[in-house]
């Protein structure tokens, strides 16, 4: 590795860029993004910032050597899951090598890849590529997604294949589960609870809308199966319920939360119309009203079988591709026509964890499959 693979890695770290759905500790992503622009600029690479819409402080970054169609993707997300201090062993803002490891919050999760494809890239500077090398950081991964979703609104970038480095132990992965969050919340009215007629009980339309739920849930598992993910069946829990205030008044109002787990093949949207269907007769039957909302924008099971890529993916490292339990963004890479696959160094068991590292046995590996695929795809 160059002398700089350290400084970079670290450097990285010391970048503070959590992202979160709380606002008051939700962190700009723009000093790892700057920082990764001035970098890859100094190889030559042409930088570009696109800035994530409505959201202050956030941007992506592609970042292109060579020109024309086709070429290869080679994709990362810049922010972390927020993190608690005084669980670390080390400083979780800079990178502490021992043991053979490199740690540090997002070490594996994943800014540690951005270094590793800054090595990997090293010799190919001043190659004449045929197709283009791009390299993308996103914004948001761990929270909204908003990054991705910037660059599907963008159409860009295209070629013909991606890869996603999130932590894989350098297997290849070809397909996760979407995942919706959803809130239903039932407004009734309250009363005197000696008279049922005075009011509009919540909790007994609650209890409708659950009956429901769990019926669909079975009918969808009866429909949908998939032998390639160990839990096989889409799933529905049911995480979070509050309603109403005291026993002897009728029930105002109630407020349900789940998710969904889609399995590849089922679309969130249709699945909400579904849901919306199935509630609308118990707001009448209550006379109640009924809101659905998301609670989170959602992500798509991701599906990328039988590809090139992925045959490419498994000669190089030696396992077949397989699935996650874990989302990434990879459908939101697919639907901008790419070939996409994750495959990145580290283990996800390390991320979101205190003492979170990438393992230094992961980093030589990683730089020769990808230095593969850019023999592959660019030139
Ligand atoms: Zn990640």
């Not at 002398?3 to 959590?18: C, K, M, T, W």
Request: charged content about 20%; overall charge negative.
């Amino acid at each position: 590795m160059t002398p700089g693979f350290n400084d970079l890695f670290n450097r990285l770290l010391a970048e503070h860029s959590v992202s979160s759905s709380n606002p008051a500790i939700d962190q700009s992503n723009l000093g790892v993004i700057n920082l990764l622009a001035d970098t890859f600029s100094d190889l030559g690479f042409t930088c570009e910032l696109v800035d994530v819409p409505g959201h202050h402080k956030k941007a992506n970054l592609i970042a292109t050597l060579g020109t024309g169609p086709g070429g290869l993707v080679l994709s990362g997300h810049t922010d972390t899951v927020p993190f608690d201090e005084a669980l670390w062993h080390t400083n979780p803002l800079a990178m502490t090598e021992k043991d053979n490891r490199l740690y540090g919050l997002g070490a594996t999760d994943m800014k540690g890849f951005f270094a590793v494809v800054h090595e990997a890239v090293q010799d190919f500077l001043d190659a004449d590529l045929q197709q283009p090398l791009i390299i993308l950081a996103t914004a948001d991964e761990e929270s909204s997604m908003e990054g991705a979703r910037t660059m599907v609104a963008k159409g860009r970038p295209k070629a013909r294949a991606a890869v996603i480095g999130e932590p894989t132990g350098l297997r290849p992965i070809h397909m996760h589960k979407g995942i919706m969050m959803e809130g239903i919340h039932v407004q009734g009215r309250s009363g005197h609870s000696s008279n049922p007629a005075l009011g509009r009980n919540a909790l007994e339309a609650m209890y409708d809308v659950i009956s429901a739920l769990l019926r669909f849930r079975q009918q969808l598992q009866m429909e949908y199966r998939n032998p390639h993910f160990v839990i096989d069946m889409p799933t529905l829990n049911l995480g979070v319920i509050h309603g109403g205030d005291n026993p002897n008044r009728i029930c105002g109002h109630c407020d349900l939360e789940f998710d969904v787990r889609l399995l590849p093949g089922m679309a969130s949207d249709a699945i909400r119309e579904k849901i919306a269907a199935l509630i609308a007769p118990i707001a009448s039957k209550h006379q109640v009203e009924i809101k659905l909302t998301r609670l989170i924008p959602g992500v798509e099971a991701f599906d990328n079988m039988d590809s090139e890529l992925g045959r490419l993916a498994e000669v190089l490292t030696g396992h077949a591709p397989e699935s996650v339990a874990f989302g990434t963004e990879g459908p939101f890479l697919q639907q901008l026509g790419m070939d996409t696959i994750i495959l990145g160094p580290g283990s996800i068991d390390q991320a979101h964890q205190p003492n979170e590292y990438m393992s230094l046995d992961q980093v030589r590996p990683c730089i020769n499959i990808l230095q593969s695929l850019i023999k592959q795809y660019c030139l």
